[in-house]
């Protein structure tokens, strides 16, 4: 069993930054493929970036370029640095994490409570 737990949300205004942690515990974190998610009010939850066990990293378009995922293997944390934040990226944010290849979201097997991103226009 793994447990994820997120921190780092808040409120900013337009164009500003955040960093988003999940700390996980459990067994072989290094093994796992870790993302993040997003739900906005009155949406469906949406993939936003993804990193392997070997740190190949992947984003969605509109966060490409302004968002970067990362991973400390020694801390069991996977991070979410936010910049040039806009009004459409307030979300919550949840961490999720897969003993194997994500085919889709479905394929994720842990998930973190999540943490609120509010961005001020």
């Known amino acids: 069993q793994v447990s994820l737990v997120e921190s780092g949300g808040g409120l900013v205004q337009t164009g500003g930054s955040l960093r988003l942690s999940c700390a996980a515990s459990?067994?072989?974190?290094?093994?796992?493929?870790m993302a993040w998610f997003r739900q906005a009010p009155g949406k469906e939850r949406e993939f936003v970036a993804q990193?392997?066990?070997?740190?190949?990293?992947y984003y969605t378009d509109s966060v490409k370029g302004r968002f970067t995922i990362s991973r400390d293997n020694a801390k069991a944390t996977v991070y979410l640095q936010m910049n040039s934040l806009k009004p459409e990226d307030t979300a919550v944010y949840y961490c999720?994490?897969?003993?194997?290849?994500?085919?889709?979201?479905?394929?994720?097997?842990?998930w973190g409570q999540g943490t609120q991103v509010t961005v001020s226009s």
């Open positions: 999720a994490a897969a003993d194997q290849y994500p085919i889709s979201q479905s394929g994720y097997d842990y």
């Open positions: 459990g067994r072989t974190f290094s093994r796992y493929w």
């Open positions: 990193i392997s066990w070997t740190a190949s990293t």
